[in-house]
């Protein structure tokens, strides 16, 4: 056995020059990946899980994850909102294998143990065995053998879930900040469901949590982004960290006149075709006002979300770790229950900005897969991080990491690196 299979991962020793340095072995090494899973996903956070517009109904269920172990959000008879582990308590065998629906108990498909929608023990078949042989034992205790159930919060139209007892409450986890934006968008109005986009990305979780905290490459990487005004280098932009680097939050005041102007910042950025339009102006432009703040921007809320805001089109990015290599992105499309026919169509329109294929997202999923295997052959290496300076503060500017480096402030602490 090499050296570097025995090396446990508390051995690891981050570079020297701190955050504005990260090491690539934190995007393959299994024992960084499983520490990470028990301190983050499964430790003292919480944990985005769904929307309630998702189990809309009394009796309704939605298949979500917390980390890799899959979860189901439950709508039980009297309304309430459960997360419990998809997982049976008998054998361990996957309990629900549809994405959402409407259920009165849950059933498991391989010995048909059934459940109701908090998660207890109902029933099983053949509990006092046949013809006098066989069942359980006299002394077995259904109420003892439930699913495993989370703690769960819900704030506004949102669903969260944790596993653990010591956490602070859900408001105080968020923080002032990210609860004003979580609430602009999914707390006052009831929410609509609009669809889902899916994808895995053969990377690891973390290059994509970092690209979303990276507004450096987005004018030169989403070359739709720059050519038709939607960002700009030189626009009224802001990159907000909080509490010490755990989340953070990046906004952008939208100037419709950008487009036109031609500035040091546009010259440096090649993707620019200032001789190309966009015919369907509904794509690229908010039709309808309707938060009367002209704001546009994203929130991170560690481990699991990014919530972004393009115009009208509303949609979260959940980010499941699936393995040291790679992850899913579930991306859900939102909107409000009292929405007319014209803005709904909007957020539909403008949903092809985002998503696998979307017009500002597809080249992120690509970049990254390429990248794994890369940073994978080269563990030493290291990534270099000094856009916008070494400080991790707040900056209003797009040309800065420091949104990254804040991370990495908060992670290496967490992780005892
Ligand atoms: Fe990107």
């Not at 408001?171 to 895995?200: F, K, N, T």
């Not at 997202?361 to 690509?366: A, Q």
Request: glycine share 8%; hydrophobic share 35%; with cysteine.
């Amino acid at each position: 056995m090499s050296d570097t299979t025995l090396r446990n991962a508390t051995d690891r020793v981050w570079p020297e020059d701190g955050v504005t340095r990260v090491p690539a072995w934190i995007y393959s090494d299994p024992e960084i990946y499983a520490k990470e899973l028990k301190v983050f996903h499964y430790g003292k956070t919480w944990n985005f899980v769904g929307l309630d517009c998702e189990v809309p109904e009394p009796n309704s269920f939605k298949r979500s994850w917390v980390g890799e172990r899959p979860v189901i959000i439950t709508r039980d008879a009297e309304g309430e909102i459960h997360v419990v582990e998809n997982r049976c308590a008998h054998r361990g065998s996957l309990l629900c294998w549809k994405n959402r629906g409407q259920a009165k108990d849950i059933t498991c498909p391989y010995h048909h143990w059934t459940y109701n929608l908090s998660g207890d023990l109902m029933g099983l078949p053949f509990l006092r065995g046949v013809q006098g042989k066989g069942g359980m034992p006299r002394d077995f205790d259904k109420s003892k053998n439930g699913l495993t159930k989370l703690r769960v919060a819900v704030r506004g139209g949102s669903i969260w879930a944790t596993y653990s007892d010591e956490v602070a409450p859900l408001e105080e986890y968020l923080g002032p900040e990210i609860l004003m934006r979580l609430d602009r968008l999914v707390s006052r109005r009831p929410l609509r469901l609009l669809g889902y986009s899916r994808q895995i990305v053969e990377s690891n979780w973390k290059l994509y949590w970092e690209n979303s905290r990276d507004p450096y490459h987005a004018t030169l990487m989403h070359p739709f982004l720059s050519t038709f005004g939607i960002l700009r280098t030189d626009g009224d932009y802001h990159s907000v960290p909080l509490q010490e680097g755990r989340h953070e939050y990046t906004y952008s005041q939208y100037d419709p006149e950008l487009k036109n102007k031609t500035s040091e910042a546009s010259k440096q950025i090649k993707s620019i075709h200032s001789d190309l339009e966009v015919k369907d102006k509904e794509v690229v432009s908010s039709v309808v006002d309707e938060f009367k703040d002209g704001m546009m921007g994203a929130f991170q809320v560690f481990p699991t979300i990014l919530v972004q805001q393009y115009f009208n089109c509303l949609v979260v990015r959940h980010v499941i770790p699936k393995g040291v290599g790679a992850h899913e992105l579930s991306w859900t499309y939102f909107g409000y229950a009292d929405d007319d026919e014209t803005i709904n169509r909007l957020r539909l329109k403008q949903s092809n900005l985002v998503g696998p294929a979307g017009f500002v997202s597809l080249e992120d999923s690509e970049v990254l897969s390429l990248m794994q295997p890369v940073v994978e052959s080269c563990p030493d290496s290291v990534q270099v991080l000094e856009m916008g300076g070494h400080g991790t503060e707040a900056q209003s500017t797009m040309m800065t990491e420091t949104l990254i480096r804040a991370f990495y402030d908060f992670y290496r602490r967490e992780m005892g690196l």
